[in-house]
Structure formats: structure tokens, C-alpha cells
């Protein structure tokens, strides 16, 4: 079986193909998922912004692309996220179990809502800081 490093770029060529700029979609769950505390707040920020958007806003990934950038182009302190122990119960292996099509694309869809609703903790935290950027 493939490490899940491999099994993630797997999906990420599949997405790169994918309508609506999905890829963003798998970067953002993928990174949510698998972040640590050694790694950069903007990581996980841009990461969890990125699942609100598409989870509850309905965001296409390329909209969700030019709010990253919006984010990016101020420098900032980024608000500290505390990182849950469960991180939702879809991954990327089950993403890649799911047959190429509309069934892996809803797969990666439902990845997204699990990974998100396991930081629901920060909901209010990423609401306030897009807030600042005058998203909603």
C-alpha cells in the first residue's frame, strides 16, 4: 500500500483535471489533515479558510484560489488554530478507493466536510478573519 504522501499526489493529478478547480479542494483537505504543530499558521489558516468557503459558502475552487491569494498579499500575524486529535473519518485513501468520476469528486466533497467539521472549534476564528477581508 502506498504511503498516504503518494496516495495524495494520486488525487492531486486526478483533480488537476477536475472541473471547478477541485484540486484546491484536495490541497485544503489534505493539509487540514495533515498538519502538525511544527508547521506554519498560514498552512493551516489558508487550509481551513479554504473548507469554510467550499463547505458552507459553496465556493468553486478557483474561488477559493483568489481568496488565498487576497489573504497572502497582506502580511499578518495568523490566529493561532489548535489542532484536534481526530480529523474527520474520511482520507485520502478513501478518496482514491472511490472509482474516477462524479463518485471520487463526491468523495472528495465529502473529505472536505469531515475534515471541516472536525475543526469545529476554529469555525469562529476563520469566520472573524475573513471578516477582515470583507468575506462572507
Known amino acids: 500500500m502506498a504511503a498516504p504522501r503518494e496516495q495524495y ?20 483537505a489534505f493539509a487540514a489533515q495533515t498538519v502538525d504543530c511544527n508547521s506554519k499558521p498560514i498552512s493551516i489558516v489558508f487550509a481551513l479558510a479554504g473548507l469554510y468557503l467550499h463547505v458552507e459558502r459553496h465556493f468553486s475552487g478557483f474561488q477559493v484560489q483568489k481568496v488565498h491569494t487576497l489573504l497572502a498579499r497582506r502580511r499578518r500575524w495568523w ?9 474527520g473519518r474520511i482520507t485520502v485513501i478513501d478518496v482514491l478507493a472511490a472509482n474516477a468520476g462524479q463518485e471520487r469528486d463526491e468523495s472528495i466533497h465529502a473529505w472536505c466536510q469531515s475534515v471541516w ?20
Open 9 to 28: 499526489d494520486e488525487v492531486y493529478v486526478y483533480a488537476m483535471s477536475r472541473p471547478g478547480f477541485l484540486l484546491q479542494h484536495v490541497a485544503d
Open 79 to 87: 490566529p493561532h488554530v489548535p489542532l484536534p486529535t481526530e480529523r
Open 117 to 136: 467539521s472536525s475543526f469545529h472549534d476554529s469555525r469562529t476564528t476563520i469566520i472573524a478573519l475573513l471578516a477582515e477581508y470583507d468575506i462572507h
